[in-house]
């Protein structure tokens, strides 16, 4: 066995392919490689007759005839009799260090993937030599973690010791001598205190954010995604449009309308570039934030409070909520279709001068990102005056404040029969019509409400659904309780990561389809955005459970 050990060597393993070589030859400069390993590298090799030695770089003109090293293979041979190499080369390839792995400080040669780290000994170790370590500290206590991070980074630099204190003061991880010297006087805390403190705090902020920015991102990629097809279908109705006018003029305004459709695609291509690369974009931020998110879940399994500590600060850091940008497409093509009618009535001295309107109008066909608003200032320039409608009411809501508060009642109320009154489920619709661009907030106490906009002619009786707001194509509703909030559209509900809402924001657009609710406080905190086609007049509305009440706030 001893004589084993002598010949387990990493020099008997292929430069090349890092396994124990297999049928072994030997170049001219004294370096052994596994036979196929070298032909297929000098396979690659500059096609100009020049061979060189992966190793040490020795140049060979012409390329070498290489034959068996009789002897190494024979060599090779007893040390597979005498399972030397056997454990690396049955290995699997998973086992090895990678790129950002921890790699055992013992192994030599190539370094397996280290699996826990000692912060006695201040070392890695795989998984063979993890099974040493216990064997030669059996009986004291080491403290052993998951090698997670590399251990110079729990190190500190200028003590050389394990970094276990919290200096808030600096905002860092130090060691104990620090606290001594350096960070002498300052608001310090073990490592383990700082973790609870941030883990209760910072970090589910953190995760929210997060949240809510692949949610926002989403629905950038949702509307780019629509706002393309419409673009391909707009540019296609205007492309046949001139393709049926050209059939019918004569040879020369043929090749006038030939350009104005080169101009038309050419202009589609070019919008299409650019909605693409925005659209690429947005899904590696997606993407980038998804395995942010991955990252803080996986985050609360380490044991490593430092490695906690530093990471939750890069991704708190990373994950800022941003209020989505809204796109939105202007696909109209009337203006090119009365051109192209124009031409036709009067195509002779005027068609040069009309086909070069007609590509002004083309240029407007574009996709674009309108100045949304982005602050709780800029959004009350399209703030709503609401009050609730008395004849849609129903007798278990009561009516406040010049009829801008509504509550449930205990006892119905002796409101008289109307049409329009809802008289199943407690809910009433405001007065007034949402404007091209609204926005308005509310206030709520109590069990639960429902936030929510419909079309006028939503039904009014009767229990089923399509009388209930959020439950029908007819309305869409922010639904808000002491423990959750969710979007509701079609009985299709989507629950939103978010605390507690008592003051929430709406924001329509109905050019661009948005709807978009907010939770207001000293910050505009985004929670969710539907795009919508709205086809008619849209109200808002209130659905309110027991012992609730709500107010418009504007």
């Not at 589910?204 to 097809?229: D, F």
């Not at 991704?315 to 800022?320: F, M, N, Q, V, W």
């Amino acid at each position: 066995m001893a004589e084993a050990s002598v010949w387990s060597k990493d020099h008997f393993s292929c430069p090349i392919c890092l396994d124990p070589l297999k049928d072994p030859v030997t170049t001219n400069c004294g370096h052994s490689f596994c036979k196929d390993c070298i032909a297929g590298c000098w396979d690659q090799e500059d096609p100009k007759g020049v061979y060189s030695c992966p190793q040490c770089r020795q140049t060979f003109t012409p390329r070498p005839v290489l034959s068996r090293n009789t002897m190494l293979a024979e060599v090779m041979e007893k040390l597979k009799l005498l399972g030397v190499h056997s454990a690396s080369a049955t290995a699997p390839a998973a086992q090895y260090a990678g790129p950002g792995d921890v790699e055992c400080d013992v192994c030599t040669g190539r370094k397996r993937k280290a699996v826990k780290s000692c912060l006695v000994c201040l070392s890695s170790y795989c998984e063979t030599h993890f099974g040493v370590h216990n064997d030669l500290t059996l009986g004291k206590k080491h403290k052993v973690i998951d090698a997670t991070v590399k251990l110079e980074d729990l190190i500190c630099s200028l003590h050389d010791k394990l970094l276990e204190v919290f200096c808030r003061t600096d905002q860092t991880s130090i060691c104990m001598l620090c606290v001594m010297d350096e960070h002498r006087g300052h608001d310090t805390v073990s490592a383990t205190a700082e973790r609870s403190y941030k883990q209760e705090g910072e970090f589910p902020a953190a995760q929210m954010r997060c949240k809510q920015s692949i949610q926002a991102k989403q629905a950038e990629v949702h509307k780019l995604r629509s706002a393309l097809k419409n673009l391909t279908i707009s540019s296609g109705k205007a492309v046949a449009d001139c393709e049926r006018t050209c059939k019918a003029m004569i040879s020369f305004t043929e090749r006038q309308f030939s350009a104005v459709i080169k101009f038309i695609r050419a202009h589609e291509g070019t919008e299409k570039d650019r909605a693409e690369k925005l659209l690429h974009q947005l899904e590696q931020e997606i993407g980038e934030l998804k395995k942010n998110d991955t990252e803080l879940g996986q985050l609360l399994k380490t044991e490593n409070h430092i490695y906690f500590l530093q990471r939750l600060q890069s991704l708190y850091a990373s994950t800022k909520a941003e209020l989505p940008t809204t796109v939105i497409l202007n696909t109209s093509s009337e203006n090119v279709q009365k051109i192209v009618s124009d031409i036709h009535n009067v195509f002779t001295d005027s068609t040069k001068r009309n086909i070069t309107i007609l590509a002004k109008h083309v240029k407007d066909m574009k996709i674009f990102l309108p100045d949304e608003p982005k602050t709780r200032e800029e959004f009350l320039k399209y703030r709503k005056q609401l009050t609730l409608d008395s004849n849609t009411i129903h007798p278990m809501l009561c009516l406040g404040n010049e009829n801008i508060e509504v509550s449930r009642a205990s006892a119905p109320q002796p409101y008289p029969d109307h049409p329009e009154r809802f008289d199943s489920w407690p809910q009433v619709l405001c007065s007034e019509a949402v404007d091209e661009r609204s926005y308005w907030e509310v206030e709520w106490e109590g069990q639960g409400v429902k936030i929510a906009v419909a079309y006028g002619d939503i039904n009014r009786k009767g229990w089923d659904t399509e009388t209930l707001f959020g439950c029908n194509t007819h309305s869409w509703c922010l639904n808000c309780s002491s423990s959750n909030s969710y979007f509701q559209h079609d009985s299709a509900e989507m629950v939103l990561s978010a605390p507690y809402l008592s003051r929430i924001g709406v924001f329509v657009d109905l050019n661009a389809g948005v709807l978009s609710f907010y939770s207001v406080s000293d910050t505009m905190q985004h929670l969710h955005t539907e795009l919508v086609s709205f086809s008619k007049p849209v109200y808002p509305g209130i659905w309110v459970d027991s012992g609730s009440k709500v107010a418009f706030c504007l």
